[in-house]
């Protein structure tokens, strides 16, 4: 069964530490994507990155870099020199390619103090 | 601007009701989902339909029921079978799987109380 993981409830940081939220995940399918999205109080959800299952490059997109490795069958997210906005739940979702459907971990809260 | 709106924000009835979410696109995306999200749960997927006039359903698709007679819209009804359908619906669209942009986006939620 396909599943995600992302066994930190909740982080803690102060301004400007980096911080690293993991995600594993399972699934059987040779073909996937992976994503993260974040929730910020408001609640809606925002799209921060999707990978491909055949692109294991990692990614940086300003403050934000992503991990991908196959092998461990995860996909960690780091935030450096983090910043009180960047207060929120932070998700990870595997997709089911076959039908159209991101199953989702169960979040990570991360708290930005000043 | 395009997006996704869902209306209202927040919802309260009685027990024994049911009740209907709104949820509409203006993206032009042939998918649409319904997920439910409660605390220390992440979200789970209600129902989903791929095309209009056609949806299946998801890991907790009992006590609801969803229609798609427009590509624009897809509501959700929260019948009085659902045990506790207190939570926090949100609603999202798509290209579909095969777009090699795929991503869904979501809409700003409706919080449902019921009593």
């Known amino acids: 069964a396909q599943k995600v993981t992302q066994a930190q409830t909740e982080i803690s940081v102060v301004e400007k530490e980096d911080v690293t939220l993991d995600c594993v995940y399972e699934t059987r399918d040779t073909t996937y994507y992976l994503f993260w999205y974040k929730q910020p109080p408001s609640g809606e959800l925002v799209f921060l990155i999707r990978r491909n299952s055949f692109d294991e490059q990692n990614e940086i997109s300003g403050r934000y870099s992503w991990n991908f490795q196959k092998s461990t069958s995860s996909f960690n997210f780091t935030i450096t020199a983090s910043q009180v906005v960047d207060s929120a739940v932070y998700f990870c979702a595997l997709s089911d390619y076959n039908t159209d459907k991101l199953i989702f971990g169960t979040g990570t809260r991360l708290q930005v103090f000043p | 601007d395009g997006g996704i709106t869902q209306s209202p924000k927040y919802l309260f009835r009685k027990e024994g009701q049911n009740v209907t979410l709104s949820c509409e696109q203006n993206?032009?995306?042939?998918?649409m989902y319904w997920y439910r999200q409660d605390p220390g749960q992440g979200l789970r997927l209600i129902y989903y339909?791929?095309?209009?006039?056609?949806?299946q359903k998801g890991d907790i698709a009992e006590g609801y029921s969803v229609s798609r007679e427009k590509k624009e819209s897809f509501p959700l009804t929260v019948t009085s079978a659902q045990k506790n359908p207190t939570a926090f619906y949100l609603c999202a669209s798509s290209r579909g799987m095969a777009s090699p942009d795929y991503e869904q986006y979501f809409g700003p939620g409706t919080r449902l109380t019921v009593t």
């Open positions: 993206l032009n995306h042939d998918a």
């Open positions: 339909s791929q095309i209009v006039n056609d949806f």
